[in-house]
């Protein structure tokens, strides 16, 4: 009898697995902190022996080789991946058991990266369950543009054959368990990813590329690719060479003369407390990535790499979550860190900095100034405010000079309100009148300020 626990990663929109028998186990994809996986297996009573990657990762820093250190488990990783660390090289076909009756077989599913390997779970023999990383997502694929420009077509076209060949080999009733697809940007396109309950017989009936001829899924697959994040361009190496172990202690504290310092410096003052507290009172200079859903990935985005970065929190325990967040996207060590609120952080004779906040509804009422989309280009594409200027939030510190400075008030706005935050927090640090808007844009169809793209 086996079973399969999720790990679940929604800061990343990632997942990984646990996936064994009554007393031992496999961990597929593991996130970078090792604790969480131990201890899973630690409440279920069974012995990690195996942890496996399905490729080296392009957007998180994955914690495999530290986990099958710290369990003594061996180390999967598919024998193409050029890494600089022991392991055991693993080929289309090879098998592993896992204890009685349980089996992992490895599937070459190039697409994703050129050495892609999904895992068959075999139960007494009949397969139970793919782990396919980034190659069958829900709804869609793994995007096939992170290795080399080059390679993109060719890999299109390896995840498209790589798809059909998991649909042909497995059983409908196969559950299918991808890495990504939950909000990674490494997804193709938008996945469905919901639960992330789904199988091989649904996907055949509903999946991009098992629906499609495979020149329409690739001229489709490339046409929708967007921006890649900057700081996936770290995160290939580091996985390659071999991450260093996790270190979790906490921050130095700073004191409010440091704080400034550090600003004076140049250097990334970073607010976590969420967008309402932040745009009501902060240290004029910070930057607010509110800690939730996707920050860590939104803040890798823009960081210069190297940077050194200080943590401003509410909480102990709000400081803590994040540091886990940034661990996973290498943003190891905050330079330095404190809690509390502005009254903590400002020296004494300055005073909080503040921006107003709106609805789309008073974007629609407005009498003058300029509306900014900072949300992607497919985002856009699809439907947008006429006459308003888009720059893609992880472009507009680059672009500020596009914006006015003479004191013209800019609107901001995303789909949802947490990038706008972000953005507005930027223009707010570079001296430029903001109005951060905070709303859902189907408010701003309601306010009659949308126009769909042209049809071609």
Not at 409 to 428: E, K, Y
Request: with cysteine; proline share 6%; net charge negative.
């Amino acid at each position: 009898m086996h079973f399969v626990e999720v790990i679940d990663v929604p800061g990343l929109g990632n997942r990984g697995y646990l996936a064994g028998g009554a007393d031992t186990a496999v961990v597929i994809d593991p996130p970078r902190e090792p604790d969480r996986v131990i201890a899973a297996a630690a409440r279920r009573g069974v012995r990690i022996t195996h942890v496996a990657e399905t490729h080296v990762h392009n957007d998180y820093v994955s914690g495999g080789l530290e986990l099958a250190r710290l369990t003594g488990a061996t180390y999967l990783v598919p024998a193409e991946a050029r890494v600089g660390y022991a392991r055991v090289p693993v080929a289309d076909g090879d098998r592993v058991a896992l204890g009685t009756g349980l089996e992992l077989r490895a599937l070459a599913t190039p697409g994703h990266t050129p050495h892609h390997t999904s895992y068959v779970l075999a139960d007494g023999g009949a397969d139970v369950a793919v782990f396919t990383g980034g190659s069958l997502l829900i709804g869609t694929v793994g995007r096939p543009d992170l290795v080399e420009p080059r390679l993109t077509r060719h890999l299109a076209r390896a995840q498209y054959d790589s798809a059909h060949r998991l649909a042909a080999e497995l059983a409908d009733d196969t559950r299918v368990l991808p890495t990504h697809g939950f909000g990674s940007l490494c997804a193709a396109t938008p996945s469905g990813g919901g639960t992330g309950a789904t199988t091989i017989g649904q996907e055949r009936r509903t999946n991009a590329a098992l629906v499609t001829d495979a020149d329409t899924f690739v001229a489709e697959l490339l046409a929708g690719l967007d921006d890649i994040p900057a700081y996936y361009a770290h995160m290939g190496p580091v996985n390659a060479e071999g991450p260093a172990p996790v270190d979790l202690t906490p921050p130095r504290r700073a004191d409010a003369g440091e704080i400034t310092a550090r600003l004076a410096a140049g250097e990334w003052v970073v607010d976590l407390r969420n967008r309402v507290a932040f745009a009501r009172g902060h240290v004029t200079g910070t930057l607010n990535f509110e800690s939730a859903g996707q920050f860590a990935v939104q803040l890798a985005w823009l960081l210069p790499r190297g940077r050194p970065v200080t943590l401003l929190a509410e909480s102990a325990e709000q400081l803590a979550a994040a540091q886990r967040e940034l661990a996973r996207v290498g943003i190891d060590r905050p330079a330095a860190a404190a809690t509390g609120g502005p009254g903590d952080w400002l020296v004494p004779g300055e005073t909080p900095r503040s921006f107003p906040r709106a609805t789309f509804a008073d974007l629609a009422g407005r009498a003058d100034g300029v509306v900014l989309d900072v949300r992607r280009d497919r985002e856009r594409a699809a439907e947008h405010i006429p006459g308003s200027l888009h720059i893609p939030l992880h472009k507009l510190r680059e672009r500020l000079a596009e914006l006015p400075a003479d004191g013209t008030v800019v609107w901001v706005h995303c789909a949802g309100g947490a990038r706008a935050a972000i953005a507005a927090s930027v223009l707010d640090a570079a001296g430029i009148a903001v109005v951060a808007v905070d709303d859902g844009f189907d408010a701003a169809r309601a306010a009659g300020l949308t126009a769909a793209a042209a049809l071609p």
